[in-house]
């Protein structure tokens, strides 16, 4: 069974959910990776795109699932102020905290 972890989401403060650790790990590398760190950010879309040549075959094979995991990532990397959003259309970027 694959180890797992809890994640955050911004829209529901105080509750937690439960995830694939490997696969949030690669995801949240991926995404730090490939986020500017300054506003107005990337689209959604464009992030999704520019992770997958560096997430793991073996974990996202073809880079099934790409999208669900960037939602995840960011909503649990918003609720610790990681990263943030611009107003619609949404846009991301790192946030400068030392993370």
């Not at 960011?74 to 990263?83: G, M, P, T, Y």
Request: glycine fraction near 8%.
């Amino acid at each position: 069974m694959a180890d797992k972890i809890d994640v955050e989401n911004v829209g529901q403060p105080g509750k937690t959910y439960r995830v694939d650790a490997d696969k949030y790990a690669a995801m949240k590398a991926a995404v730090l990776q490939v986020l500017p760190d300054v506003a107005p950010g990337m689209p959604v879309a464009d992030i999704i795109a520019a992770v997958k040549p560096h997430l793991p075959e073996a974990l996202f094979p073809g880079g099934d699932t790409a999208g669900w995991w960037v939602k995840c990532v960011q909503l649990d990397l918003e609720a610790k102020k990681v990263i943030a959003r611009t107003p619609a259309p949404v846009r991301l970027y790192r946030l400068q905290s030392g993370h």
